[in-house]
């Protein structure tokens, strides 16, 4: 039997009530105005499939498969390109284009004149309805419906997008269910005291307020703006940039709550081994640096400290000359060399080297070992392409295991929340009834839902 397909453009949206216009298979588009989430959901459970354009918020509705086009767009930009070029001098793609020209002009005016209105507190999306005259709203709505169905049809079930529907999906689990970090007013006090506003982000400066607000949002961020994957914090208090001293900024939601950081001990380290197969090792429940550091006392040449061997360990891993680790880590060239051959002998880069030329397309990306799409220029060096595959594998891990905290946390009813992720490392703000919990989310966060992969998890407590 044939999926059924639900197409669906919202176009006004609070917390209580949602606009939206829908099609199914054929070619019949409806008007559902002003009703309540939950009829939406029902809805949606009716089908097998739903399709959306750029509306995030759809995807906390349900458990199903949301196939968001312009997420798939950024992921698969080149072979995308194609087919949207392929397509582009058909009405479809032309009133597509037409209709969303006329949307951000409109919100832009309407922004500037109602800039109190739209926010979080308001609207959950931008609402168009309150923008548009109905006959402009219906062919706006008509516009990206079609060209959703000319998508699902051209693109989407003629190319592998499993990456999309599985690692990636993680991603939307994770930053759909980031909760409210609450003000540290004593340490917010303490610096406005001091006159040491460096130590407080601008924006929860700003937001403070004379001490009156409580909550911070939830940071907004960017899947798309890096290569490898690496998710960048773009709007809000950018907690990936804060000090370690400042982190303080920030406490508990509850009165006895804890906030605790949970790390992925030498992720990229361990992402490397995994992928050529040495689980084992990948998964050793030991420092894997202090696997290394011994590894290297036993060359009998002059040990390394611990900081400038975990520097030597990532920067070889990189690719970087012995000229270059023997000038910067200060150890002779000999030495160096000597450091190479043993960690060479472990890592086998020419293996993973191996397996991003194998599907390395002539039009510029090759994929990291969930198939994701990494995108470089031709020219791009053999060591920033084995940097580009083991970072971007790394991050797919981390939010593996992010991830299954969230459902963790879903499936026991737990009020504790993820606040924010910092590449390698997730905050979680632990109700004070959750936090015996907190050794089976360790482990959990560590065996990610990827087989064979059971990482080392650091956990402190702020």
């Known amino acids: 039997m044939a999926q059924k397909t639900l197409y669906l453009y919202p176009y006004f949206m609070t917390k209580h009530v949602i606009s939206f216009a829908f099609s199914n298979d054929n070619n019949k588009i409806?008007?559902?105005?002003?009703?309540?989430?939950?009829?939406?959901?029902?809805?949606i459970e009716r089908y097998d499939?739903?399709?959306?354009?750029?509306?995030?918020?759809?995807?906390?509705?349900?458990?199903?498969?949301?196939?968001?086009?312009?997420?798939?767009?950024?992921?698969y930009?080149?072979?995308?390109?194609?087919?949207?070029?392929?397509?582009?001098?058909?009405?479809?793609?032309?009133?597509?284009?037409?209709a969303n020209i006329r949307t951000n002009v409109k919100l832009a005016s309407f922004k500037q004149s109602n800039k109190e209105l739209i926010n979080d507190s308001h609207f959950q999306i931008a609402p168009l309805q309150l923008m548009m005259p109905k006959h402009i709203l219906d062919e706006v709505s008509e516009a990206n419906i079609k060209y959703m169905k000319l998508i699902d049809n051209k693109f989407i079930k003629r190319n592998n997008i499993s990456y999309y529907t599985g690692i990636f999906q993680n991603y939307m689990k994770v930053y759909d269910n980031l909760g409210k970090a609450a003000v540290n007013k004593l340490f917010v006090m303490a610096a406005l005291q001091k006159n040491n506003t460096d130590s407080v982000p601008k924006q929860i400066l700003n937001a403070t307020n004379q001490l009156k607000v409580n909550l911070i949002p939830q940071p907004v961020y960017n899947l798309f703006s890096s290569k490898t994957g690496r998710p960048y914090i773009v709007s809000g208090v950018n907690y990936q940039q804060l000090p370690v001293t400042h982190a303080n900024v920030v406490k508990s939601r509850w009165n006895t709550g804890k906030i605790y950081e949970f790390d992925f001990n030498g992720c990229e380290i361990r992402s490397a081994l995994y992928a050529i197969g040495n689980y084992k090792l990948a998964n050793t429940t030991e420092d894997i640096y202090d696997y290394f550091i011994n590894l290297m006392k036993k060359t009998n040449v002059t040990p390394l400290g611990r900081?400038?061997?975990?520097?030597?360990?990532?920067?070889?891993?990189?690719?970087?000359?012995?000229?270059?680790?023997?000038?910067?880590?200060?150890?002779?060239?000999?030495?160096?060399?000597?450091?190479?051959?043993?960690?060479?002998?472990?890592?086998?880069?020419?293996?993973?080297?191996?397996?991003?030329?194998?599907?390395?397309?002539?039009?510029?990306?090759?994929?990291?070992?969930?198939n994701r799409p990494i995108y470089v220029d031709k020219e791009t060096r053999k060591e920033t392409l084995i940097q580009n595959f083991i970072q971007s594998t790394a991050i797919d891990i981390c939010h593996s295991g992010y991830a299954a905290f969230v459902n963790y946390a879903q499936q026991h009813k737990?009020?504790?929340?993820?606040?924010?992720?910092?590449?390698?490392?997730?905050?979680?703000?632990?109700?004070?009834?959750?936090?015996?919990?907190?050794?089976?989310?360790?482990r959990i966060i560590g065996k990610t839902d990827i087989e064979n992969i059971n990482f080392k998890i650091n956990i402190k407590e702020q």
Do not use: W
């Not at 105005?33 to 009829?39: A, H, Q, T």
């Open 30 to 43: 409806k008007h559902v105005d002003k009703c309540s989430i939950s009829k939406l959901q029902e809805l």
């Open 307 to 370: 900081p400038k061997a975990k520097k030597f360990i990532i920067m070889m891993l990189f690719g970087a000359a012995p000229t270059t680790l023997s000038k910067l880590i200060k150890i002779n060239l000999s030495d160096t060399n000597t450091f190479i051959k043993a960690l060479e002998e472990e890592f086998k880069t020419d293996v993973i080297y191996k397996m991003i030329l194998k599907p390395m397309r002539k039009d510029g990306y090759f994929y990291n070992l969930f």
């Open 49 to 75: 499939r739903v399709i959306t354009v750029d509306f995030h918020k759809l995807f906390s509705l349900s458990n199903k498969l949301i196939y968001n086009i312009s997420d798939i767009k950024s992921l």
């Open 414 to 442: 737990l009020l504790s929340k993820a606040i924010y992720t910092k590449h390698d490392a997730i905050r979680i703000d632990f109700h004070p009834d959750e936090l015996h919990h907190i050794d089976e989310i360790t």
């Open 77 to 98: 930009k080149v072979p995308f390109t194609k087919v949207h070029e392929k397509y582009k001098k058909r009405k479809i793609v032309s009133k597509f284009i037409k």
